[in-house]
């Protein structure tokens, strides 16, 4: 079964500068799609970014990138030029992508970004 | 073209009565995940449905819950005699197919409180 790791609870981060959150995840499969989501404390959940197993390329979304690393099973988000409106919680997710999958997500459990004005 | 409609926003039940959360998926989507989400953790997979079918339950809890998603209507988790732990955020995300490029939209959920 496929499981995603969320090593960090909590993390701050001044505005205007960098953060960088963690996510590792263990699967035997080759296909499948990664995924950042935000939720504040609206409940919302919103898409940050995502990337595909076979592409090699690192997604971006504007002040959001990412850094996968395949062989390692790692898959950090990165936000630049941070903002009030960034702090949420995070979380990190995993989607199968084989012949006859669901479609369900697997999350992390989560990191709460605090944004220091 | 309106979001995922989750409702009620909140619900508050005692021990031992039924809750019934609704969930209208997108237009035109006919894929519906219903997740869990305790305090302090991330969404948990309960069910994935598809019109008048049950596709995936494996994060069903073998009691007390069960889903429906009719041909006509919302889809329907139902948690029959609420204990307190069954207090958590109830997810509701449809998608128009299970394709990769088809990406999941959540709605706002349902926070249940048992009293």
């Known amino acids: 079964a496929q499981t995603v790791t969320q090593s960090q609870p909590e993390m701050s981060v001044q505005e205007a500068e960098t953060v960088t959150l963690s996510c590792t995840y263990d699967?035997?499969?080759?296909?499948?799609?990664l995924f950042w989501y935000k939720q504040p404390p609206s409940r919302q959940m919103i898409l940050v970014i995502r990337?595909?197993?076979?592409?090699?390329q690192n997604a971006t979304e504007n002040r959001f990138s990412v850094n996968f690393q395949k062989a390692a099973k790692s898959f950090s988000l990165k936000i630049s030029d941070s903002q009030l409106g960034d702090a949420a919680m995070y979380f990190c997710?995993?989607?199968?992508?084989?012949?006859?999958?669901?479609?369900?997500?697997?999350f992390g459990q989560g990191t709460t970004l605090q944004v220091k004005p | 073209n309106a979001g995922v409609m989750q409702n009620p926003r909140h619900l508050v039940r005692r021990r031992g009565q039924e809750a019934r959360l609704r969930c209208s998926p997108m237009?035109?989507?006919?894929?519906v995940y219903w997740y869990r989400q305790l305090p302090e953790e991330g969404l948990k997979f309960m069910v994935y449905?598809?019109?008048?079918?049950?596709?995936?339950e494996s994060g069903m809890p073998k009691e007390r819950f069960s889903a429906e998603f009719p041909k006509e209507g919302p889809s329907i988790l139902r948690i029959q005699q609420v204990v307190r732990g069954d207090s958590a955020a109830y997810f509701c995300?449809?998608?128009?197919?299970?394709?990769?490029?088809?990406?999941?939209?959540f709605g706002n959920g349902t926070r249940l409180t048992v009293t």
């Open positions: 997710a995993y989607r199968s992508d084989g012949e006859g999958q669901t479609g369900k997500l697997i």
């Open positions: 699967t035997s499969e080759s296909d499948y799609y």
């Open positions: 990337q595909e197993a076979y592409k090699q």
């Open positions: 995300a449809s998608s128009q197919n299970r394709a990769r490029n088809s990406p999941l939209h």
């Open positions: 237009k035109g989507h006919s894929h």
């Open positions: 449905l598809q019109k008048e079918n049950i596709i995936d």
